[in-house]
């Protein structure tokens, strides 16, 4: 299996000039360009997909899958899932074992927690912040929500139930968004960030 927890491409208009870094502008080749990439790997591998922040669809959350028509291109292939985001993905199920509960969470949450929360942010560089994506995603945990505080994500409300509640506790939480990668444990959860596939934007370097 392989996930991929949002910005599956970099967007159009997602930050100021950012026209001028991207070498494909328009959201449909990026897309394709993303379809192209993956297509490459074995199509036994199950693939699964949720969206994130520069994805090409509403920011508040929770997000809807990928809109199947800018990306039209990554439901064409066989082996790929698209999910929402949050979503939690079970896999690996047969008769004798009832599968693994893999939490997915983009992690928009994770710029509030790290810029409010003192414990999360002044560890010192390389201790804490964004170099340090678990303690963030334990502090979720602790909490069991994946936005606990107001103004923390944009949040659609829904008048039945809390769609940003970690209602059971997952096998594996995996995330992204904060652009460095880290894997941990808590609790018998594994923790994992894949967010590395991307470095300082200059609008981050601007932002500090």
């Known amino acids: 299996y392989i996930f991929f927890v949002g910005d599956l491409v970099d967007g159009v208009g997602i930050y100021p000039n950012q026209d001028k870094e991207l070498i494909i502008k328009d959201i449909y080749e990026q897309y394709k360009e993303f379809a192209r990439l ?30 199947s028509d800018f990306a039209a291109a ?13 979503a939690v993905v079970t ?16 992690g928009y949450s994770f710029d509030y927690y790290i810029s409010n929360v003192d414990s999360l942010r002044s560890k010192g560089k390389g201790e804490g ?45 995996v995330t992204g968004h904060i652009h460095y990668s880290m894997i941990a444990q808590y609790k018998h959860v594994t923790m994992i960030s894949g967010s590395c596939w ?11």
């Open 129 to 173: 912040g964004y170099h340090r994506a678990d303690l963030v995603m334990k502090f979720l945990l602790k909490r069991r929500h994946l936005a606990p505080s107001h103004t923390s994500t944009l949040y659609i409300p829904d008048t039945e139930t809390d769609p940003l509640v970690i209602l059971q506790v997952p096998d594996i939480f």
């Open 198 to 208: 991307q470095g300082l934007t200059t609008f981050q370097e601007k932002l500090g």
């Open 74 to 86: 990554v439901y064409q292939l066989p082996n790929v899932t698209v999910v929402s985001n949050p």
């Open 38 to 67: 993956i297509s490459l790997i074995p199509h036994h591998i199950k693939i699964i997909v949720c969206p994130g922040n520069h994805d090409a669809l509403r920011l508040s959350e929770p997000q809807p899958p990928l809109d």
């Open 91 to 106: 896999i690996h199920a047969h008769d004798n074992f009832p599968g693994i509960d893999v939490l997915m969470y983009h």
